[in-house]
Every structure is written in structure tokens, then in C-alpha cells.
């Protein structure tokens, strides 16, 4: 079983900045795996916006977030963070961490966040953009 523990929501006004961080305290060494996040609003379903193959460093960025949202791992510290620039109102929402396997093929975390295929999840963090 895997936890991930969230941390770094907020409240912050439009063009603002928010830094989440996760970290993967049950893992005993950082293996091959997509790590990353997902956002969630009210009546609205799970969407990914950033991941990283922890292996190969390889990030993936959907376009919806892309050119405003990073991705980096520190593995000592078993952690993703996620920088998230020039923020929008429309980016609020719960923000979730989550842990899954990587594709072969391709960018190894594209389907991880397109498809929402996460196996576990932290208990999310809230960011909150004001206009």
C-alpha cells in the first residue's frame, strides 16, 4: 500500500503562484512509476495535470496547464513537487497526488494523467484562485 501525503494548498490571487508537494512514505525505494497530479472540482471529474516518470525524469504536461505548471522529484526525499505559475481562477479546485505505472511506449506518464489511471491517492490539498 502506498501513501502519499499532500502539502502547499492555498488561497492566492490571480497571476499568483503555488508550490504542492508530495511525498511517497511508504515506498521503500523509488522505482519505476508515474507520479503525479490531478485536480478535482465540484461536479466535475478527476483531470491530470502533471506527472513524472520517477525512472527517466521524464515529465509529462498536458496542454491544458502547459507553459504554467512543472513538475520535479526529488527522490532522496521520495517527494514530486509541483510549481504551478501564473495561476487562474479556473485552476481552483482539490488537488490530489497520485502513484501509478507507467506505459512502454510513448511518454511513459501520458496515459497515467489522460486517463486518470492512478492506483493510489493522498488525501489532497486545496487551492483556491481568487480573481
Known amino acids: 500500500q502506498v501513501q502519499l501525503m499532500e502539502s502547499g494548498g492555498g488561497s492566492v490571487q490571480a497571476g499568483g503562484s503555488l508550490t504542492l508537494s508530495c511525498v511517497a512514505s511508504s515506498y521503500t525505494t523509488w522505482g519505476a512509476a508515474c507520479m503525479g497530479w490531478f485536480r478535482q472540482v465540484p461536479g466535475k471529474e478527476r483531470e491530470g495535470i502533471a506527472a513524472?516518470?520517477?525512472?527517466?525524469?521524464?515529465?509529462y504536461i498536458p496542454r491544458s496547464v502547459k507553459g504554467r505548471f512543472t513538475i520535479s522529484q526529488d527522490s532522496s526525499k521520495k517527494q514530486i513537487t509541483l510549481q504551478m505559475n501564473d495561476l487562474k481562477p479556473e485552476d481552483t479546485g482539490e488537488y490530489y497526488c497520485g502513484s501509478g505505472p507507467n506505459a512502454l511506449g510513448g511518454n511513459p506518464c501520458a496515459r497515467f494523467i489522460d486517463m486518470v489511471e492512478s492506483d493510489y491517492w493522498g488525501q489532497g490539498t486545496q487551492v483556491i484562485v481568487s480573481s
Open positions: 513524472i516518470y520517477t525512472l527517466g525524469d521524464i515529465t
